[in-house]
């Protein structure tokens, strides 16, 4: 029997997310001889450089290759000098969610042992959370949309009882193999049902959609409070679900409790098709230099391989999903590296020959 081959489009893109991609790349090639697994990577063009070479940034016969892979990785986008002629930046990730329906957006956190934590409380080690953001309406709906009058501009948020049912789901399956993994299993809706009547229509669906899942817990909040409550104790929250903007805006959030962009991996999954990427951008300012922390990156391949295997049946993937995380971890325990962005010397090289080395 031959070697089970996985295809992955990669779509490495601008400024760091060509640096951290290759470095991802290195540790997934040096994971599949583990995995007894072969990955076949193709990568394929798109972005704000290649908007300026071609006139796109994000072609057809890329999302092609997208749609025919078994999963996309993706690097950043976005450069601030480049411009589409009505003035907006080229963001081909919010292109490719709508284009491939990659409606949930799962950002897990968690603290590692070994990194300078942002949080002198003494519960600041036991973050394990993953906010699922809603990605293809909400606030952002309004993308592209927006009515500017004379001396007023508006932007719609909408909210669907279907886009809303799957996204709730998402987040109830995931709290359901969390549970089985031993973790709390409990889900916290976060809205702003005290304002918006948008809001109290997302809160019912997601009653609705609890209703099937009675063995998970669930919580309501509104955001501002999970705001305060995400730096006061966010060692008690399990899994959130929340709106496109304001999962756009917790994410951030939650990647500080732990240190910031560079240790944020993340995936946007649809019901057919899955795209992983580090949740920082392009970071023009240290491009080029060789200083990126790649780990966002490397996680993002890590949760490739166990999306991967839930959906292929092949534990052997969860199996070196869960070794490139005790790589990265033992690199940092043994203070093997410590990242630019946590005050270290660390460059993306040196990471990427520590995590291989515990490989
Ligand atoms: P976007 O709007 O696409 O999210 P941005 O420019 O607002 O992009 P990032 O590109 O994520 O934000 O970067 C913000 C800053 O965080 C960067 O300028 C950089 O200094 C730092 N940063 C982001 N990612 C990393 C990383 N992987 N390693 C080190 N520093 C990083």
């Given at each position: 029997m031959g070697t089970t081959t996985y295809s992955v489009a990669v779509l490495p893109g601008d400024g760091i997310g060509r640096e951290v991609m290759a470095a991802a790349l290195v540790v997934l090639r040096a994971a599949q001889s583990r995995m007894g697994r072969e990955f076949r990577l193709a990568e394929h063009p798109a972005g704000a450089q290649h908007y300026l070479d071609?006139?796109?940034?994000?072609p057809e016969t890329t999302l092609d290759a997208c749609r025919a892979a078994d999963a996309i990785l993706f690097g950043a986008m976005g450069l601030p000098h480049v411009r589409k002629p009505d003035g907006t930046e080229i963001i081909p990730q919010l292109d490719i969610r709508f284009a491939l329906d990659l409606y949930a957006g799962v950002r897990p956190i968690r603290s590692w042992r070994g990194l300078p934590s942002p949080?002198?409380?003494?519960?600041?080690?036991?973050i394990d959370l993953v906010l699922v953001r809603e990605s293809?309406?909400?606030?952002?709906?309004?993308r592209g949309r927006g009515v500017v009058e004379a001396d007023a501009a508006y932007d719609t948020m909408k909210i669907t009882r279907a886009g809303t049912a799957r996204v709730c789901d998402f987040a109830f399956e995931l709290a359901r193999q969390r549970k089985a993994q031993g973790r709390p299993g409990h889900v916290t809706n976060v809205d702003k049902a005290n304002v918006f009547a948008s809001m109290a229509f997302w809160r019912q669906v997601f009653e609705d959609r609890a209703k099937g899942f009675p063995e998970i817990g669930t919580t309501h909040a509104y955001v501002d409070a999970m705001a305060l409550n995400l730096v006061m104790?966010?060692?008690?929250?399990?899994v959130l679900v929340t709106e496109n903007m304001f999962g756009d805006i917790l994410s951030d959030l939650i990647a500080a409790l732990v240190g910031?962009?560079?240790?944020a991996p993340s995936a946007d999954i649809g019901d057919r098709y899955a795209l992983f990427q580090p949740a920082?951008?392009?970071?023009p300012d240290i491009?080029?230099?060789?200083?990126?922390?790649p780990s966002a990156m490397i996680l993002s391949v890590a949760m490739m391989l166990d999306w991967l295997s839930v959906r292929h049946g092949d534990a052997a993937l969860a199996d070196g999903a869960r070794a490139i995380e005790r790589a990265l971890q033992g690199a940092f325990s043994d203070k093997a590296v410590l990242p630019r962005d946590f005050g270290?010397?660390?460059?993306t090289d040196d990471v990427v020959r520590a995590v291989v080395e515990r490989l």
């Open positions: 071609s006139g796109e940034s994000l949080l002198s409380h003494a519960r600041g080690s036991d293809t309406e909400g606030l952002f709906y309004a104790k966010p060692w008690e929250y399990d910031g962009m560079g240790m920082h951008g392009t970071a491009a080029g230099k060789g200083i990126a922390n270290g010397a660390s460059g």
